[in-house]
């Protein structure tokens, strides 16, 4: 299982940012597959997840409404997309695979400030 992130950098609040993670090493068309985060100092959250087809999504509540989930099982990839930032957004995002809980990718930093 493999999972590489990308999209991430240095934004101002208001901003906008696309995560991408393409994933390998399983058949992704048949995952779940989540996007999570990790601020300096604090634990890893989750922040939204998307089901097998994307007819179902769930957001952690302090991003619903400006994030969105979305997947394109053809190219194997997961998608983010990030609309009016916060500098309480600032973390490392990874996306994930529910079904292999032990698999990480390297994460990309993502970084509001003005």
């Known amino acids: 299982v493999q999972l590489v992130e990308s999209g991430g950098g240095l934004v101002q609040p208001g901003g906008s940012l696309r995560l991408s993670c393409v994933a390998s090493?399983?058949?992704?068309?048949?995952?779940?597959m989540s996007w999570y985060r990790q601020a300096p100092g604090k634990e890893r959250e989750l922040v939204t997840i998307i089901d097998v087809t994307g007819s179902y999504t769930n957001y952690e509540n302090s991003v619903k409404g400006r994030f969105a989930i979305s997947r394109d099982n053809a190219k194997n990839m997961v998608y983010l997309q990030m609309n009016s930032l916060k500098p309480e957004d600032t973390a490392v995002y990874y996306c994930?695979?529910?079904?292999?809980?032990?698999?990480w990718g390297q994460g990309t930093q993502v970084t509001v400030s003005s």
């Open positions: 090493g399983f058949t992704f068309s048949s995952a779940y």
């Open positions: 994930h695979a529910p079904r292999f809980p032990q698999y």
